[in-house]
């Protein structure tokens, strides 16, 4: 059973900067693909970005530039840097993880990221 605890999300002005994290419970290597997506209101949900077991990463084109992800595997942890954060960030960040040999996606609770104009 694996479990994904989101942190880091809240208020930031137009330019700052923020830190998502996302921990695991569970081990991470059971874990194949990483990310995060994220929902504004009236939208759907939408992939941020991504990363593998194996580091390779994806991005949304939105994103590009301005957001890093990385999988720390030792301390069962994905973080995703912000950094040029737009008022049209906005939105709920969701950690996910598909587990391969489960095919399953878990999910985690979900992280408020607020960016003012």
């Known amino acids: 059973q694996v479990q994904l605890v989101e942190s880091g999300g809240g208020l930031v002005q137009a330019g700052g900067s923020l830190r998502l994290s996302c921990v695991v419970s569970?081990?991470?290597?059971?874990?194949?693909?990483m990310g995060w997506y994220r929902q504004a209101p009236g939208k759907e949900r939408e992939l941020v970005a991504t990363i593998t077991r194996g580091g390779s990463t994806n991005y949304a084109d939105s994103v590009k530039g301005r957001f890093t992800v990385s999988r720390d595997n030792a301390k069962n942890t994905v973080l995703l840097q912000m950094n040029s954060l737009k008022f049209e960030d906005t939105a709920v960040y969701y950690c996910?993880?598909?587990?391969?040999?489960?095919?399953?996606?878990?999910w985690g609770q979900g992280t408020q990221v607020t960016v003012s104009s």
């Open positions: 569970g081990s991470i290597l059971s874990i194949n693909t």
């Open positions: 996910y993880g598909y587990v391969v040999l489960e095919s399953y996606t878990y």
